[in-house]
């Protein structure tokens, strides 16, 4: 089972921000496939949806516990399905420090400023697990100014193609990390 967890806050407000592209993200990815549609559960915290994908059960979830307590609705979720952070976790967000519509996918990261992914370090007790980041910088750095006020600004008009473009990386990203290629059957490779 994978778990999958689009950063973002909750509420019309914060609609289309740079904050909430990772509640974007699973839209986006669920829309590929047969889920169900997204569900608040309060146990977790978060809004849920489910499927599977080549037979692999798959998680996807929003918190609604805003940005900075994304990690109290993850580890509710992580508890309850035996999740292992390691190998079944990815968390979907963005990040300020990369250029807009680039995308990042790692491992055992720090958060690097993020509130979001700070909390979910802290209530899991690791940073050992994959994320997607996606950039949402401005082409001129000094345009960030305050970083709170900067996140929770939607995109400029010339700015919506790159994170449009941006997001569909993601979405191929998120994908290709829950549907592997196949390793050759038998046999051998010839170099």
């Given at each position: 089972?994978?778990?999958?967890?689009?950063l973002?806050n909750?509420?019309?407000?914060?609609?289309?921000?740079?904050?909430?592209?990772?509640?974007?993200?699973?839209d986006?990815?669920?829309?590929?496939?047969?889920?169900?549609?997204?569900?608040?559960f309060?146990?977790?915290?978060s809004?849920?949806?489910?499927?599977?994908?080549?037979?692999k059960?798959?998680?996807f979830?929003k918190?609604q516990?805003?940005?900075?307590?994304?990690?109290e609705?993850?580890?509710?979720?992580i508890?309850?399905y035996?999740?292992?952070?390691?190998?079944?976790?990815?968390?979907?967000?963005?990040?300020?420090?990369?250029?807009?519509?680039?995308?990042?996918?790692?491992?055992?990261?720090?958060?690097?400023?993020?509130?979001?992914?700070?909390?979910?370090?802290?209530?899991?007790?690791?940073?050992?697990?994959?994320?997607?980041?996606?950039?949402?910088?401005?082409?001129?750095?000094?345009?960030i100014?305050?970083?709170?006020?900067?996140?929770?600004?939607?995109?400029?008009?010339?700015?919506?193609?790159?994170?449009?473009l941006?997001?569909?990386?993601?979405?191929?990203?998120?994908?290709?990390?829950?549907t592997?290629?196949?390793?050759?059957?038998?046999?051998?490779?010839?170099?």
């Open positions: 089972m994978k778990l999958i967890i689009g973002g909750p509420g019309k407000k914060y609609e289309k921000t740079r904050h909430n592209i990772g509640f974007v993200v699973v986006e990815v669920i829309s590929n496939f047969q889920f169900s549609i997204f569900k608040q309060p146990k977790f915290k809004q849920i949806s489910k499927g599977n994908i080549k037979d059960k798959i998680i979830a918190p516990t805003f940005m900075n307590n994304s990690g609705g993850v580890r509710a979720l508890d309850f035996k999740i292992d952070p390691e190998n079944d976790l990815i968390i979907i967000h963005d990040d300020k420090d990369i250029p807009l519509g680039t995308i990042k996918i790692q491992k055992d990261k720090s958060a690097a400023g993020h509130n979001g992914i700070k909390s979910i370090i802290q209530h899991l007790g690791t940073q050992n697990f994959t994320r997607v980041r996606i950039g949402v910088a401005p082409e001129d750095p000094r345009k100014g305050n970083t709170a006020d900067f996140v929770l600004k939607k995109f400029g008009f010339f700015e919506k193609k790159k994170i449009n941006g997001i569909d990386k993601a979405v191929e990203g998120v994908i290709n990390l829950l592997p290629p196949n390793p050759p059957q038998g046999g051998s490779l010839n170099t």
